[in-house]
Structures are given as structure tokens and as C-alpha cells.
């Protein structure tokens, strides 16, 4: 029998039964759809009459029921007396206490069955697509992607089915609020009553579904902008604090953390905000307030890694991949004293905060990891109190076929991939092709070029591995193979991190202080320069040695090895380690270049794809976009044309403003365009925004590794400590010129105006005086056959020649070339990688 529960619908109507005509049939208690042509319908028990709960037509039946209707272009919302225009879309609710349907439930759009894991925060609402009722239901606005997964971002309240907390009754102390569609509380708002508003439970810690039913345990938290959790209050950390943080936001604003002396913050203490998408640190050491502000933005709905170290009243911040930003406090206090507790995702009370704050929202998304002075905080058991909190979860792998010998698993964030074998992979290893991430076994080796003159008086290695045993040789480069002559090697001794190199008379020995934790990646540096050594594990302090003897040059004739060697007996006897590495290797970095691990290899043995979400089947990177493993998590690089953390976004020709963030660049191809500003004149004009002080902002010149080595022409604009830099070679020598006169890093447009006419060059910055130089040389043509980029290269640092680190980090508009050739800037490339719309 099913047994559905019976809600009041209006609060002047109290004895009218709602019953709800599922065409449904039951065989051994599980719920089949005996016809999935047939509505969805609603009636009520008694007759139409002035009182009854229809919001627009009412009809009596011929049993002593009644139901409503809509006039036309409305539909029948699932409450069954409700109408809703018909572009809206709403989800039944059926209390999952009550009776659960089970996953027989037929589609029209696909034949992928309902899983309960599709609810994001409610999980007693069960999200049925294109299931019929009255009138229809959207296809494109409801919550769920066309490819059956629940995007976080539409899913809004069209989900609720109730717009009064005269309808709702909270359990466990939660408490009812009304809500406008920016998810904000609207109850005491009047100048916001004709807004339409839905009604839902704010529930207390441990709590969770629609009414505040149903016990959770929250693993990763989801915060509304109206939630907070409390931590315990900070120990030891008055002096120093070193602070990691993972989160992913839906919103541009918001308290993510703070903690401090006094509940509305004044005295000492300690916030990260968001602010109009930067993040902001701020703290007070009791003497007036420090704030360092992020060089980039946030990456909307994508995991984003926040570091913050303090040392007194000094203090540095470093957002994913860009620059550590240093600022300190005011006055001479340097410690903070915490009587709070450390408040996640909000506060109980953010108006008591507002003025040190600067904002008056929570945080709105999720929060994975939080480290706070070496403690890993244990969301589910650390959290001591809280409001509005649920778990951050996505799609798992239900019904999901991967072929060729793959599996499905979950990723660090929830996500299903396919775990494909070497040679294959697609969305279900459907596809055949090369490894990405190598996997090493014990018995497995990577055959490269070896290091040969490169690195006689200077070798700089880093390396990126996630070990699964405690021993094991994953690099070598030796001299002969009669186990003698020069050699360097890294190894692991028992979960310690060697470095060994013999320079021919005697091997240094570097050791880790301590070993490292299994299972987990690893960023590895070691470098030479001459006998010294140096080697530095993590966050580890670093170790120094030296090698014996008076010889100071490495001479590697022979190929390099990474993740093993081919025969053990053939190493040098020095090395001294009985096995070969076990587990991934992600990245090889070689005295600045990084080793392509599928393009540059020479040949391999007994190797696996690494699990990881970039080997997967369902790739993250849509659109062609580039997946770049970064530890355990993924960068996504995407294509002209796309935008979006996972490039989901096409921008067409609206994006007129591109950002840049500091691993971006346009390339352009076209010969029209290069000869515009080659040969004996060149003339450029562009506004830019920079949000860092340092980057590439534009190369005209051929950057092919054939030529990195070679003087060839080349022109190059670019900031230094804020400062407008120009490197131009005319095929006699380098010239650099600096324009002195202003700063530009400071987040507002700036007009670039660049003029060269044969060897004179002219270059200003707004109305500011310009700055002019003269080419060195006898040559005066910029012979440039192809190849301009616009805001950094596909390996800055390798093909600038070390000019530059990084590209640029800003907004480039309005490119101008040869005084009348405009250029549609992202329309008329060739090809862009991490291109977005500035914001």
C-alpha cells in the first residue's frame, strides 16, 4: 500500500484532504510507471467554492473531489492548486520518511535511472526530468544538465514547494525563513513583498532535509551565504599562523574565516573575505589593521587553494598560482589574541562584524580542506556549533560502464571518472591513446635524454611523485654502466627522500629531515652547483651536503631514467638502493624545462595511467580544453573561444575584454596582421589592466625551440615591478627600455601607445611624458615571419628566454595596430588557452 502523508494547504483550510493520483503500480513494493503518457494529477476532497485553495480555475468531479487548473500559458505546479507561468519548472516533494520511489521511474531524455545522490542539499526531494504532469515542464531550467548531472548553479528555489512559513513547521529547532530569489531572508523586508518568495528551513548543525527531519553527518560543507560553522578557538597561534584553505564559491563576496579577540572584532583578529571576487586577508595585532589583497581573482564554482603565513605583524598570501603578496599590520604589536572560536562560512551574527569586515554576507559554496598550523580540521568531528549547513556533494558513479578494462571511481571532489587502462581513454575508455600521469609498479622505468653538458656546474631538478611504498629509485642519470664514473640520483630509504651525486671522486649523501606520508603527492627540489647540494621536501627545511674531492663538474653522457631503470646491477654502486619506485609521477622540471612525460620519452616499461581525474573518462576540461594535473587536483586550460573553470562557457564574439591570468595567451598567425607591425615601423596601441606587477603582456616573434637558443628578432612588452618593460632585438643585439614614469599594476585601464620607426622607438602611457630610445646596432627591420601573443606563451619562461616568469595577469581591450587596423582581439587568433571575460 502507499502511504502518502497529508499537508494542510492553506492555513484556513484545514480539513481538506490533498490526495495525489500517482499512475503508479506496485509489484513486491517497488513503485512501476504503468503508463508514462498519463498526467500527473491533483485533487482535493469537497467542492469548488470561494475558500478553495485554487489559484486560478477550479472544477468539481463527479466524486465528491475538486481540482484546479490554469489559465493558458501557466501550468499546474506540483502542489497541485499553485500556477506557475510556463518557462518555470518546479520538482515534487514526496517525504522520503514517508515512501521512496524507487529508480524504475522512465525518462524522456534519457534511460539513465533516478539516483538519490542527484540531490545537492535537500536530500528528500527527489529530482524526476521531464516528468509529465498539467501543462509542462522546462527542459532547460531544471536543474539538471542534458547530460544528467545536477548543475550547483541552477538549481535555485523553483525546487521548494512552499512560499509561506505558514506552510512549513521546522523540526530540531530550525527555524522558517522566506526568501527572495537571491536566496537572501525577505521576511522583515517590506520593500521586497511583491517579490516572490519561498519558504524554507535554516537548520541547526547535524541537521539537514526539508524540514529539518533527517540526522546528517557533513563530511565537506555547503554554505548558503547565510550559514557559519564554529571551530574550536585557535591554540598557539598568537605569534604565527600558517593557514591552507581549498574552497570552490559561488559568489564573488562573502566571510569565508575569522576569528578573534572580541565578537564584533574589535581588538586583535584575523578575516579572509571575498571582495568583488579578490580575496582580502585583514588582521589587527592590536595596533591597527593589515589588509593584503589576492594579485587575481577567484575561479567561480572551481576549487581554489588560498595560502596565508604571518610572522608577527608581518604576512604574505598566495591565491592558486600567483604571487605570494606580502603586507603587514599597523603599530609595533606583533601577537593576536584569540578568545573566539575560528568561524567557517559565516557568522552568527554578521552585522556585529560588518565594519571590520566590509561586507555583510556569508560565504555561498564549499570548503574541502583547512589547515590550520599543521592541524587538518576534521569537518564532521571538529565543527562545535552551526547554522544552514549541508554536505557539498555531486553526481557518483551509478550506472556507469567503462569499457576496455576501466572502472569507475570517485575523484578528490566527487566527481565519477573512469580509471582507463594504459592505451585507452574517453568518457568510458572508449578511446585509444598515450598515458598522461605514468604509474610505475616496482618494474617500470621512463627512458629520456639524458642531461649530458647541460648541467656540469649546475643542476636544478623538480619533481612531483606520490609513492605508494617507502623505497624506492625514481630518478637517475649516470656516466658508464659498469656501476662507476659521475651519477645523480633521487631515491626513497624508508620514506625518506635521498639525493645522491658523485662528481667522480666521492658521493654526497642529502637526506630529508623527515619522511614523507604515503599516498600523498609530493613536490620534490634538489639542486647542485658545483660539490654543494641542497634538497627540500614539501614544506621540510632544507638539507645540505657536499661530495667529496676537488671535482666539481657532472659529466651524464647517458640517458636519464625516471620512475626506475632498466637492470639495477647496472646503476652506480653509490646509489644503494635495492628496489625501484612504486606509484605516480606527475611532473619533471630540468634546470627550468619542463619534461614532457608522453612527448619526450624515448621508451617505457610496465607503465599505467596514474589515477587521477585528467586520466579519467568524464575529462573536466570540455571543448577541447587542455586538463593539467596539479597534485591531486586539475588546471583547466582551455581553447579560444571558451571560458569557464572547466570550459563549459563558449564566449562567441562577446568577450571583447579577455583576461589573462598569468598561464593565458592569444596567438595570432594571420601574415596580414603580422606585417602590420614588422619590417621598418611597427605601431601598437592598446589599453591594458594589470593586476600584477610582473608578466608578459605581448611577444612578436618565433618562439619554436629550434630558435630558443638562436638571436633571431623579437619584440617584447611586458611589466617589471610594476613598471612598462620593452626588450626589442633587431638581429644586432638585445635593447631594453624601461618606462619609469608610472606604475600601471594598479587594477585601472591604462592606454599603451608603442611607436618604432626603424631603429627610434617612442613608447607612452596614458598623457604621461613619453619615453623614447634608440636600437642599438646597424639594423633596422623587425623581420618577423609569424607568430604574435598576446598576454604570455605556451612556456613563458623557456621561450622569452627567462625574460619573463609568467604571462600577463589582467584585462587587454581595444588593440590597435599600424594606426587603423583594429583587431577583434579573442574573433581573430589563432588559438588562446585560459582566456576569460574580465570582470
Known sequence: ??????????????????????????????????????????????????????????????????????????????????????????????????FRISSTISTTSTS?????????????????????????????????????????????????????????????????????????????????????????????????????????????????????????????????????????????????????????????????????????????????????????????????????????????????????????????????????????????????????????????????????????????????????????????????????????????????????PLGFTGEYCEMQTEFLIPSFNGSSHLQFIGFGDRSTMFTEIIIVIKPNKPDGLFLYNGQKMDRTGDFISLNLVNGFVEFRFDLGSGAAVIRSPSPILLHNWHTIYAARTGREGILKVDYQPYSMGMSLGAFTQLSLPLNLYIGGVPNLRDIHQNVQSPEMFGGCIQKVIINGRQLSLVRDVLSGLNIENCQHICTGNERPCRNSGICEPVKSHYQCHCVNNYIGAHCEQGTGSSTLYPMFYGNSFLKYSDSELIEKISGYKTIIHLNLRAFSSNGLILWLGD?????????????????????????????????????????????????????????????????????????????????VMNSLYLGGLEDTSIQSSHLYQKGFIGCISNMTLDDNYYVDIVQQSERGINIRTCI
Open 112 to 420: 539513465r535511472p533516478i539516483d538519490p545522490i542527484d540531490t545537492i542539499n535537500n536530500d528528500d526531494e527527489i529530482k524526476l526530468k521531464n516528468h509529465h504532469h498539467h501543462g509542462t515542464m522546462s527542459n532547460s531550467n531544471n536543474g539538471i544538465n542534458n547530460d544528467g548531472n545536477i548543475d550547483i548553479n541552477s538549481i535555485g528555489p523553483e525546487r521548494n514547494q512552499f512560499y509561506s512559513c505558514n506552510e512549513v513547521e521546522c523540526e530540531a529547532g530550525g527555524v522558517c525563513i522566506e526568501e527572495g530569489n537571491d536566496g537572501k531572508d525577505i521576511h522583515d523586508d517590506n520593500e521586497r513583498n511583491d517579490e516572490i518568495k519561498r519558504a524554507r528551513c535554516r537548520c541547526p548543525l547535524g541537521r539537514g532535509g526539508q524540514f529539518c527531519q533527517k540526522i546528517i553527518e557533513v563530511k565537506y560543507p555547503h554554505f548558503r551565504g547565510t550559514s557559519y560553522s564554529a571551530l574550536p578557538t585557535l591554540r598557539n597561534a598568537h605569534r604565527s599562523l600558517r593557514l591552507m584553505i581549498e574552497f570552490k564559491s559561488q559568489s564573488f563576496d562573502g566571510v569565508l574565516l575569522y576569528s578573534g579577540q572580541e565578537p564584533d572584532l574589535g581588538g586583535d583578529f584575523i578575516a579572509i573575505v571575498l571582495n568583488q571576487g579578490f580575496v582580502e586577508f585583514r588582521f589587527d595585532c592590536g595596533m591597527g589593521e593589515g589588509i593584503i589583497r589576492s594579485d587575481m581573482p577567484i575561479i567561480l564554482n572551481a576549487w581554489n587553494t588560498l595560502n596565508i603565513y604571518r610572522d608577527g605583524r608581518n604576512a604574505w598570501m598566495q591565491l592558486n598560482q600567483g604571487q605570494q603578496i606580502f603586507g603587514h599590520s599597523k603599530g609595533l604589536f606583533s601577537r593576536i589574541t584569540f578568545r573566539l572560536e575560528t568561524f567557517l562560512g559565516g557568522s552568527p551574527n554578521i552585522s556585529q562584524i560588518v565594519q571590520r569586515v566590509h561586507t555583510n554576507r556569508g560565504f555561498h559554496g564549499c570548503v574541502r580542506t583547512l589547515q590550520i598550523n599543521e592541524r587538518n580540521y576534521d569537518f564532521s568531528r571538529d565543527t562545535i556549533d552551526g547554522i544552514d549547513i549541508d554536505q557539498c556533494t555531486s553526481d557518483a558513479c551509478y550506472h556507469t560502464t567503462c569499457l576496455n578494462g576501466g572502472h569507475c571511481a570517485l575523484s578528490d571532489d566527487n566527481q565519477k571518472i573512469c580509471i582507463c
Open 703 to 783: 618562439v619554436s625551440r629550434q630558435q630558443q637558443s638562436k638571436k633571431h628578432d623579437y619584440l617584447a612588452i611586458g611589466l617589471d615591478q610594476g613598471h612598462l618593460n620593452i626588450n626589442i632585438n633587431l638581429g644586432s643585439g638585445d635593447y631594453h627600455l624601461t618606462f619609469n614614469v608610472t606604475r600601471i599594476d594598479d587594477g585601472q585601464w591604462h592606454e599603451l601607445d608603442l611607436v618604432r620607426t626603424a631603429k627610434q622607438i617612442f613608447v607612452r602611457i596614458d598623457h604621461n611624458v613619453a619615453v623614447r630610445g634608440m636600437i642599438n646596432g646597424d639594423k633596422s627591420r623587425l623581420d
Open 1 to 98: 500500500m502507499i502511504l502518502i502523508k497529508s499537508y494542510n494547504i492553506v492555513q484556513y483550510c484545514t480539513t481538506i484532504q490533498f490526495i495525489l493520483l500517482f499512475n503508479y503500480w506496485m509489484i513486491d513494493g517497488t513503485i512501476h510507471n504503468a503508463d508514462p503518457q498519463l498526467p500527473f494529477e491533483a485533487a482535493f476532497q469537497g467542492e469548488c467554492r470561494k475558500s478553495s485553495p485554487c489559484h486560478q480555475l477550479c472544477f468539481d468531479l463527479h466524486d465528491g473531489t475538486f481540482e484546479c487548473a490554469c489559465h493558458e500559458s501557466y501550468q499546474l505546479d506540483l502542489n497541485g492548486y499553485s500556477c506557475l507561468k510556463s518557462n518555470h519548472s518546479t520538482v515534487p516533494f514526496v517525504d522520503a520518511d514517508t
